[in-house]
């Protein structure tokens, strides 16, 4: 898969892109392949596999945010899925939270590359985070609990804010674990790179 393939693939839902977008994916890439070399940010080390398995995964957020909204990324890592709706929406603002400090200067080493302006990195667990302000959706990636993470989202969420979230489409009594305080408002069923399918959860937070 080619860079450019990404934008016109069926199964995704981004608004059409111009060759600065390209080059800034194209710069992130190289990025992430030279400090995987050194630091370890994904298991993946090949761009073409990096390509598929991340910043294409990442990119299905996009259906679910508002192209000029403003959304908290936690447990940010390599930056997915933060950085690539960053990039497909320049408007956006974004709050990249990452405890490792390593991958914190790799995220800030994107960040002066790619000249992103609206975006910043709080290198702290998410629990000891003191919002600066509130946002209007939190956003996770490679989740394994699901109430933890809307516990985590709340003290950065408005009553009416949104965690989006992917899981496994074969999860099962998900109502059991959603703590109080928080509505399923929306389960979206996205295709992987593989044509694995996955579940885009949109939860609403109701109670402060």
């Given at each position: 898969?080619?860079?450019?393939?990404?934008?016109?693939?069926?199964?995704?839902?981004?608004?059409?892109?111009?060759?600065?977008?390209?080059?800034?994916?194209?710069?992130?890439?190289?990025?992430?392949?030279?400090?995987?070399?050194?630091?370890?940010?994904?298991?993946?080390?090949?761009?073409?596999?990096?390509?598929?398995?991340?910043?294409?995964?990442?990119?299905?957020?996009?259906?679910?945010?508002?192209?000029?909204?403003?959304?908290?990324?936690?447990?940010?890592?390599?930056?997915?899925?933060?950085?690539?709706?960053?990039?497909?929406?320049?408007?956006?603002?974004?709050?990249?939270?990452?405890?490792?400090?390593?991958?914190?200067?790799?995220?800030?080493?994107?960040?002066?590359?790619?000249?992103?302006?609206?975006?910043?990195?709080?290198?702290?667990?998410?629990?000891?985070?003191?919002?600066?302000?509130?946002?209007?959706?939190?956003?996770?990636?490679?989740?394994?609990?699901?109430?933890?993470?809307?516990?985590?989202?709340?003290?950065f969420l408005e009553i009416g804010g949104e965690i989006i979230l992917k899981k496994n489409i074969e999860e099962k009594d998900l109502e059991n674990t959603i703590p109080d305080g928080f509505l399923l408002q929306q389960k979206i069923i996205v295709l992987g790179y593989n044509n694995k399918k996955s579940s885009l959860l949109i939860f609403e937070k109701y109670l402060g």
């Amino acid at each position: 898969m080619d860079i450019r393939d990404i934008f016109d693939d069926p199964r995704l839902d981004i608004p059409p892109v111009n060759q600065f977008i390209i080059s800034q994916f194209k710069a992130y890439l190289e990025l992430l392949v030279k400090w995987n070399k050194k630091i370890n940010l994904t298991s993946d080390k090949a761009a073409k596999e990096i390509l598929e398995r991340h910043i294409f995964d990442s990119l299905q957020y996009a259906r679910a945010l508002s192209p000029k909204g403003e959304i908290a990324d936690i447990g940010s890592g390599a930056g997915f899925p933060g950085i690539p709706l960053k990039i497909i929406f320049p408007d956006l603002k974004v709050t990249l939270i990452e405890s490792q400090r390593k991958r914190c200067n790799f995220l800030e080493a994107v960040i002066l590359k790619l000249d992103l302006e609206g975006i910043r990195v709080v290198n702290e667990r998410a629990e000891k985070v003191l919002p600066a302000g509130l946002v209007e959706s939190v956003i996770f990636r490679a989740v394994s609990d699901v109430n933890n993470c809307l516990k985590l989202a709340a003290p950065f969420l408005e009553i009416g804010g949104e965690i989006i979230l992917k899981k496994n489409i074969e999860e099962k009594d998900l109502e059991n674990t959603i703590p109080d305080g928080f509505l399923l408002q929306q389960k979206i069923i996205v295709l992987g790179y593989n044509n694995k399918k996955s579940s885009l959860l949109i939860f609403e937070k109701y109670l402060g």
